[in-house]
């Protein structure tokens, strides 16, 4: 209802009271589009947490990440990127879930680009012990050590909003998601000299 009414407000009234009332209706517009996106975001985790024992299938994580990288397909292109991976595991885990971890990944690799640079993405596994470790490695502006832990809490954000659109939910499911496949993430970063986030997943099914 807010948002209708914002929207109407700015419909019919644009241009008919002074350019401060147009600037004030534009950012009430954004203000409830960034809560909208918020919400769902939110709903999305609280669902996740409500979620502890989701259903686990055979998951083949090279198709994830190629279906995940087909859905970027227009950013890739737009900004050149080059985006390669190794053959990667099959994992327990949910297909659903783990899209939405590479979407994430993957799409924070893209958007967190470097500006004098297109962007590279390399995404690679190695088998550790009874688990995986996946790298999702970027050439991108890259995380300063005192963030390094920060990024996965919620809401937080590095960067105003107008040159990276975003909540800051990203990386707070993200950590879920892996710990839910029994797992951890953590991120490694030289300052301007891209990130590189790994994250552990179970190699079977666990033990019951
Ligand atoms: N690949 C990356 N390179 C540099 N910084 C990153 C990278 N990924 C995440 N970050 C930093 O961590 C913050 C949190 O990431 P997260 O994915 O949670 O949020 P977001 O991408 O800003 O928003 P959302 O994912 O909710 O749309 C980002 O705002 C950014 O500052
Ligand atoms: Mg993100």
Redesign the pocket.
């Known amino acids: 209802m807010v948002a209708s009414y914002t929207d109407l407000l700015g419909r019919r009234y644009r241009g008919r009271l002074d350019q401060d009332a147009d600037d004030f209706i534009g950012f009430a517009i954004d203000g409830v589009k960034r809560m909208q996106?918020l919400i769902d975001?939110l709903l999305q985790y609280a669902r996740l947490t409500n979620e502890a024992n989701v259903a686990k299938r055979p998951v083949d994580l090279s198709a994830v990440v190629d279906d995940v990288v087909r859905l970027y397909g227009p950013t890739i292109g737009e900004t050149s990127a080059h985006v390669d991976r190794e053959p990667l595991p099959t994992i327990p885990g949910s297909p659903t879930l783990l899209r939405q971890l590479f979407r994430?990944?993957i799409?924070?690799?893209l958007?967190?680009?470097h500006p004098d640079r297109p962007p590279v993405v390399h995404i690679g596994a190695l088998a550790k012990g009874d688990a995986w470790e996946v790298t999702?490695a970027?050439n991108?502006?890259?995380?300063q050590p005192e963030?390094k832990v920060r990024?996965?809490a919620i809401?937080?954000?590095?960067?105003p909003?107008e040159r990276?659109?975003?909540?800051?939910?990203?990386?707070?499911?993200?950590k879920r998601i892996v710990e839910q496949h029994g797992g951890t993430i953590w991120?490694e970063?030289a300052p301007d000299g891209?990130?590189a986030?790994h994250l552990t997943l179970r190699a079977s099914p666990e033990a019951a």
């Open positions: 996106a975001d994430n990944l799409g924070n690799a958007k967190f680009r999702i970027d991108g502006i890259g995380v963030f990024i996965f809401f937080q954000r590095l960067h909003r990276y659109p975003g909540t800051g939910m990203g990386l707070t499911i993200c991120v970063s891209g990130a986030f």
